[in-house]
T-cell receptor, first 113, second 114 residues
Framework: DAMVIQNPRYQVTQFGKPVTLSCSQT?????MYWYQQKSSQAPKLLFH???????NEADTPDNFQSRRPNTSFCFLDIRSPGLGDAAMYLC????????????FGSGTQLSVL | AQSVSQHNHHVILSEAASLELGCNYS??????LFWYVQYPGQHLQLLLK??????LVKGIKGFEAEFIKSKFSFNLRKPSVQWSDTAEYFC????????????FGKGTKLSVKP
């Protein structure tokens, strides 16, 4: 009965080869977030969608894009992955930005060769 | 810019020991404070949160945290830990109405020896 589902659990890509990570939710929440977590570091917000409105963090590299085709799905596209993009990518949802509680998926561990 | 500091990277305790994990934040305005927990192989989940009111907040599984505004702290406590509390604990802060934009600390790994 997972509520925020991320696929795949592990993803390997090559340097410079575009990669897409996916996230789906069964909670019907308005907000979906993407966080990047590197080893021994804090999760860092990349961007979030409030419904169809995209909100990019100021320091998120242009290499990272996102799509939300409908309420349930959200994708993270890395156009040209570099070695420094190897990380755990976490998707989360909340009912709204003032809900105060985020529901996280299990994450996708991205390796860049 | 906001930041969150968690003092301990790894804490090792025996069962029944008391636990206190430190968390300090830097932000002068109104904040909302959270502790999230990640059990081995599982996703991050909310342990407890503080928005306003009583600064002593009780969460799930016997955890509590105290907001001390003058110290910019939100330490997590549990009087008697169990082996099942072995996990990584993340303190997080958001400001004003932007609860979604959580700033996380680096996390504290807790290992409880049976």
């Amino acid at each position: 009965d997972a509520m925020v589902i991320q696929n795949p659990r592990y993803q390997v890509t090559q340097f410079g080869k575009p990669v897409t990570l996916s996230c789906s939710q069964t909670l019907n929440h308005n907000v979906m977030y993407w966080y990047q977590q590197k080893s021994s570091q804090a999760p860092k917000l990349l961007f979030h969608y409030y419904d169809k409105d995209f909100n990019n963090e100021a320091d998120t590299p242009d290499n990272f894009q996102s799509r939300r085709p409908n309420t349930s799905f959200c994708f993270l596209d890395i156009r040209s992955p570099g070695l420094g993009d190897a990380a755990m990518y976490l998707c989360a949802t909340s009912r709204d930005v003032a809900a105060g509680k985020l529901f996280f998926g299990s994450g996708t561990q991205l390796s860049v060769l | 810019a906001q930041s969150v500091s968690q003092h301990n990277h790894h804490v090792i305790l025996s069962e029944a020991a008391s636990l206190e994990l430190g968390c300090n934040y830097s932000y002068g305005g109104t904040v909302n404070l959270f502790w999230y927990v990640q059990y081995p192989g599982q996703h991050l989940q909310l342990l407890l949160k503080y928005f306003s009111g009583d600064p002593l907040v009780k969460g799930i599984k016997g955890f509590e945290a105290e907001f001390i505004k003058s110290k910019f702290s939100f330490n997590l406590r549990k009087p008697s830990v169990q082996w099942s509390d072995t996990a990584e604990y993340f303190c997080a802060v958001s400001s004003g109405g932007s609860q979604g934009n959580l700033i996380f600390g680096k996390g504290t790994k807790l290992s409880v020896k049976p």
